[in-house]
């Protein structure tokens, strides 16, 4: 874990769930911490529970289906810390439903935020990487995708498109710049909340009742891949409850 300490590491999607507990376990382990989100009040309150535990972290409202704010994030931790070692896309949206519900707003949510939300929190952290002849990107994805069901598929898509994305980028790298996905099943979150099928909301918050993994499970994922040696590359990780189908 040695090798966490002093990294600077932006976290996309930080406020609550996930992004949160990752946040928290890097800063444990001396990790720099810059989080970006859309709610300024648990980014504060998360920034400062880091600090009065001896960590150090900052944070940026920002939204990452504007390209604008992600670069905004990542200069941010160039300019706070000097350099930018892992990019951690973990901001996500699911919206389930029948393909001929036609929730094309649904769609469109889903695209902007867990594709070209990741895309965009690639393209401005590639650049800095390039510059400092290293770097480290880790996308949070789903096991939807892994196994295909309904009311998922287009959720699922997002999902599996950022593994195609991953994969190509990983094979055009020449190794400087390591890329992880990390996969989680049903995770204690507020995920469930945002899925306005109300069928779907139900039945997604009582399978996360029964099954749900507590968000620190991830966060050791995230911490096991940054940990690594230069030249160790985690490609995929995938962390589900053990009675999840």
Excluded: C
């Excluded at 695209?111 to 393209?123: H, P, R, T």
């Amino acid at each position: 874990m040695q090798n966490i300490k002093g990294k600077v590491i932006v976290i996309t999607g930080a406020s609550s769930g996930i992004g949160k507990t990752i946040a928290m376990e890097l800063a444990k382990h001396g990790a720099k911490v810059v989080l970006g989100a859309r709610r300024a009040k648990q980014l504060k309150q998360l920034s400062e529970d880091i600090k009065s535990r001896g960590g150090e972290a900052s944070f940026t409202t920002i939204d990452v289906k504007n390209k604008a704010d992600l670069l905004r994030l990542a200069d941010k931790a160039v300019e706070q810390y000097g350099k930018l070692d892992v990019m951690v896309n973990n901001a996500g949206i699911s919206q389930l439903s029948r393909i001929d519900d036609l929730d094309i707003e649904g769609w469109e949510e889903m695209i902007d935020i867990n594709l070209k939300g990741v895309l965009y929190g690639m393209a401005a952290a590639i650049p800095v990487f390039k510059q400092q002849q290293a770097g480290h990107i880790i996308n949070i994805i789903s096991t939807a995708g892994l196994k295909i069901t309904p009311m998922m598929g287009v959720y699922a898509a997002t999902k599996n498109a950022v593994r195609t994305i991953a994969e190509a980028f990983r094979q055009e790298s020449d190794g400087k710049i390591r890329i992880t996905g990390i996969s989680p099943g049903f995770v204690k979150t507020d995920f469930a909340g945002s899925i306005r099928n109300e069928e779907m909301r139900t039945i997604i918050q009582k399978e996360m009742d029964q099954l749900a993994l507590d968000p620190a499970a991830i966060a050791s994922a995230v911490v096991y891949a940054v940990s690594q040696p230069d030249d160790v590359e985690v490609g995929e990780i995938v962390i589900r409850p053990s009675k999840q189908n």
